[in-house]
């Protein structure tokens, strides 16, 4: 059975909205709030896996607690520009907290200003923003995750499968590991810091790696699977290992692979948890992945975003960072524990 890590935010909240709020003040409760999520795109399955949780945890939440709760979702389309335009009408509306997938985490300066000129609160997720930008309004958070411990995960079960696989992975007996980086989009932290960290994890074991390729592939299930069938026309036996800044890319890397008709599939390693990448994992067609809880991190945003809309603040106890941030803790997937997590 997955593992589901659900904390006890505040206890469940051992009291009902309809009786009692958290501060003790009945009057500064709602009874009815909205809440507005902008998604940077609608193709990426992950992302899509939070939003569903998002919305999932919200319709509880209003079945639970007895408060009226209406969602709305709009599409970015990996548009900055649009999303901006997307977080004004929420605004404009008088939603009462936006949850907000950036399209640039490095461009939030138009939604940070808005949302403070309306004294609205906004929740990022899984595109963390420079810490400065955070910090330019009280009521903004960010939930998601440490990228540095994916990229060592990922390196980690890269090294336990060498020690034992060593001979069956290095095709040309020279010592040496060929491999392929499938990376997400340019810019993205989770790419950038995923990539650096799990060959760094790698080569600090004492295995030698040789790049083949780096390749961007924005995500992509179709891309990795042109850049992998690309690659190779030119290393139609040397490629040996393949990592992939997530799920989607590494399972576009196994389509290409299969369809080449390779006779030994390299070591691929993902990042997410998909339920397609666990079953390959389950076949040995994947090395393994490394869980990015959706599930979690649906039920945190849509908790705070209960709180903040109906209260005006987190809760005390919800264990913040730094009274900004909630990290989720990734967990490695290999053969060794697939059973755990794949649905029966």
């Known amino acids: 059975m997955r593992r589901f890590c ?15 709020s958290a501060t003790g003040d009945n009057n500064t409760v709602k009874n009815s709030i909205r809440v507005g999520i902008t998604m940077y795109n609608e193709f990426d399955p992950f992302t ?53 997938n950036l399209v640039d985490r490095t461009d939030p300066s138009v939604i940070i200003e808005e949302a403070k000129s309306a004294d ?12 400065d930008d955070l910090n330019r309004f009280e009521k903004l958070y960010y939930v998601g995750a440490h990228p540095e411990e994916s990229g060592r995960m990922q390196g980690e079960i890269v090294v ?37 960290v799990s060959v760094e994890t790698i080569t600090a074991s004492g295995i ?8 961007i592939a924005n995500w992509d299930r179709q891309q990795a699977h042109t850049k992998i069938t690309s690659l190779l026309q030119g290393y139609p036996r040397q490629i040996e290992l393949i990592l992939a800044n997530d799920d989607n890319m590494a399972l576009g890397a196994v389509d290409a692979l299969l369809e080449f008709g390779v006779q030994s599939m390299p070591l691929i390693v993902g990042v997410n948890g998909q339920e397609e990448a666990l079953e390959m994992i389950d076949e040995g067609l994947m090395e393994g992945t490394v869980l990015n809880n959706a599930q979690e991190k649906g039920q945190i945003i849509a908790k705070m975003a209960l709180f903040l809309g109906a209260e005006g603040k987190v809760p005390d106890n919800f264990d913040l960072v730094n009274k900004k941030y909630y990290f989720i803790a990734y967990e490695p997937i290999t053969k060794n524990n697939i059973n755990d997590y794949l649905k029966k």
């Open 48 to 100: 899509e896996e939070i939003r569903h949780n998002i919305e999932d945890y919200l319709i509880q939440y209003q079945e639970k607690y007895g408060i009226e709760i209406t969602t709305t979702v709009a599409y970015a389309s990996k548009n900055q520009l649009l999303q901006n335009d997307q977080v004004q009408r929420f605004i404009e509306k008088d939603y009462d907290v936006i949850c907000v």
């Open 160 to 196: 336990n499968a060498l020690e034992s696989k060593m001979q069956d992975i290095d095709l040309n007996q020279d010592g040496v590991i060929q491999y392929v980086m499938l990376e997400g989009e340019p810019g993205h932290q989770d790419a950038i810091v995923r990539s650096r």
């Open 208 to 215: 030698q790696l040789e790049r083949l390729g780096d390749e």
């Open 120 to 131: 609205i609160p906004i929740i990022f997720f899984n595109r963390e923003l420079v810490e």
């Open 6 to 20: 659900g904390f006890l935010l505040s206890i469940l909240i051992c009291f009902s909205f309809t009786g009692c």
